[in-house]
């Protein structure tokens, strides 16, 4: 069963365009959601979260926003550029009594092109 | 730098074998996790301790895996026996608070 989904492998964005990352969950528990960038052969690098009692949460040039409602959560990257390309990963976890363990997406491969 | 380490960051073994990874979080994290990766997934979770306490283990971590934290600070996760399904890559991360920070990984192969 997986709680959550990236259904987009693949983005390919023009550079200094916007990027929109999306991001679905199914288990109500969950209340805190990460995105991780990730390059070949290193580990995820942290870029931004967000806790469920917010729906916007801006950091430079990224900024997620999260529909609660919805189940979903979006990463937008503005403007994109060239050292953005790499896999992005939507993780999410219970804050209370999960011990912050994460679940993760499958990622989605953004490249970012001149 | 003061990130999480890993290390071996690549490890080729024979079936078999057993192999050991080690990985030193960031100082004063009191949380370290295990996970695996394989191509095309996003990272598994496999175990995780609060201090030297081991408090969840996935059901992907069979009797062949093993992890300790002796100490509370560095942990260690030996494989014995490999498989060849074992090959992926191990991550390790930690954390103090809601984030969680990983490190760049040990692969490893099996052949």
């Known amino acids: 069963d997986q709680q959550v989904k990236q259904n987009s492998p693949s983005l390919s964005v023009q550079e200094g365009r916007i990027s929109i990352l999306n991001c679905d969950y199914t288990?109500?528990?969950?209340?805190?959601f990460l995105w991780y960038k990730k390059y070949p052969a290193e580990g995820p690098t942290f870029l931004i979260s967000?806790?469920?009692?917010?729906d916007k949460n801006e950091d430079g040039r990224f900024t997620v926003f999260l529909n609660k409602s919805a189940k979903h959560l979006s990463l937008h990257i503005v403007p994109s550029q060239p050292g953005d390309s790499a896999v992005y990963f939507c993780?999410?976890?219970?804050?209370?009594?999960?011990?912050?363990?994460?679940?993760f997406g499958t990622g989605t491969q953004l490249k970012v092109e001149l | 730098d003061t990130g999480v380490s890993q290390n071996p960051r690549h490890k080729i073994t024979k079936r078999g074998q057993n192999v050991t990874f080690r990985c030193d979080p960031i100082?004063?994290?009191?949380?370290l996790y295990w996970y695996r990766q394989t191509l095309g997934q996003g990272p598994e979770f496999l175990t995780y301790?609060?201090?030297?306490?081991?408090?969840?283990k996935s059901r992907l971590l069979s009797d062949r895996f093993s992890a300790e934290r002796p100490k509370g600070s560095f942990s260690t996760l030996e494989i014995q026996r490999t498989e060849q399904g074992d090959s992926a890559m191990y991550l390790c991360?930690?954390?103090?608070?809601?984030?969680?920070?990983f490190g760049e990984g040990s692969w490893l192969t099996v052949v």
């Open positions: 301790f609060q201090n030297e306490a081991q408090l969840e």
């Open positions: 967000i806790s469920s009692i917010k």
């Open positions: 993780a999410a976890t219970r804050s209370t009594g999960g011990g912050n363990k994460l679940t």
């Open positions: 288990n109500s528990m969950f209340d805190y």
């Open positions: 991360a930690s954390s103090r608070s809601d984030t969680i920070y």
């Open positions: 100082s004063e994290h009191n949380r």
